[in-house]
């Protein structure tokens, strides 16, 4: 009889060890769950910011959130004030933690975008729509066609007829410039139902460009002087012509040759 009631005791004495072990245990879990989810402000992309942004042009384009500390790197920025002068290295996409790596000396910028121009040729800028500049999506290195139309004087026998013409083919662009966004107005918060797709497609290649680009292209002297006529006196349109694009040889078009 005596026997049993110290098992039953010790039982006990164990039982309550084991329960205090268990909850010592749970009550350091749930400290180190608070500690790794302590919540961290830092710097996101609010609105996309292209290449080449200056930072000084990066306030209404971010915003400060609080991220759990576990989901903030250690080069996270937590203010622009360290970062003036510098500007955007990459396209920045909204939900992104704005980080120093993502900024660079202008200089930087440059020699990391920049593309040799070939021995004999030269560089000259434009600028235009990015309806008009194959939505926007071109990069340094790529190659363009440029399309030439004038409303009259380009057949010499029919001097008042439209024409069109692939005028310069497979121009290597060195630059591309954009202009900054504008401010983006206020919108509503969401609403307690609404929900975010983790899976969205990147918004570079969704959201609709807005402003005009600056396109530098190296060509031949004769091009050149195409490409600046063209910029003066007639309208442009590019399409992006990478180097092994066929060529069917030149051809002026005008209405009656659109449907054939």
């Known amino acids: 009889m005596k026997s049993r009631l110290l098992a039953g005791a010790a039982a006990a004495v164990l039982a309550i060890v084991g329960a205090m072990l268990v909850i010592s245990y749970a ?4 400290q180190r769950a608070v500690k790794d989810l302590e919540p961290v402000a830092v710097l996101v992309v609010k609105t996309a910011i292209p290449a080449g942004t200056p930072v000084e042009s990066m306030t209404a384009a971010v915003t400060t959130e609080q991220l ?7 080069s996270s920025l937590k203010s622009l004030d360290g970062s003036k002068g510098k500007v955007a290295a990459v396209d920045l996409v909204p939900g992104e933690q704005l980080v120093a790596e993502r900024l660079v000396a202008p200089e930087e910028l440059k020699t990391q975008g920049s593309v040799k121009v070939p021995a004999g040729l030269q560089e000259v800028s434009f600028k235009l729509e990015p ?15 440029v399309f030439v139309s004038m409303d009259e004087g380009g057949l010499e026998d029919r001097a008042d007829k439209e024409t069109t013409k692939l005028t310069v083919r497979k121009a ?3 630059a591309v410039q954009r202009a900054p966004e504008a401010a983006p107005t206020a919108a509503p918060a969401p609403t ?5 797709d983790l899976n969205a497609a990147d918004p570079r290649d969704t959201t609709l460009p807005v402003g005009s680009l600056m396109l530098t ?3 031949s002297d004769v091009d050149a002087a195409k490409i ?4 003066e006196y007639a309208k442009m349109w590019l399409s992006k012509e990478p180097t092994n694009a066929k060529d069917s040889g030149p051809r002026i078009i005008q209405r009656s040759e659109v449907y054939k």
């Open 27 to 30: 009550q350091g879990a749930d």
């Open 68 to 74: 759990p500390g576990t989901a903030v790197t250690d």
């Open 131 to 145: 309806d008009r500049v194959v939505g926007g999506r071109l990069a340094p290195g790529d190659h363009v066609g």
């Open 172 to 174: 290597l662009v060195t």
């Open 192 to 196: 307690a139902t609404a929900s975010t």
């Open 217 to 219: 292209v190296a060509v």
């Open 228 to 231: 600046v006529f063209a910029a």
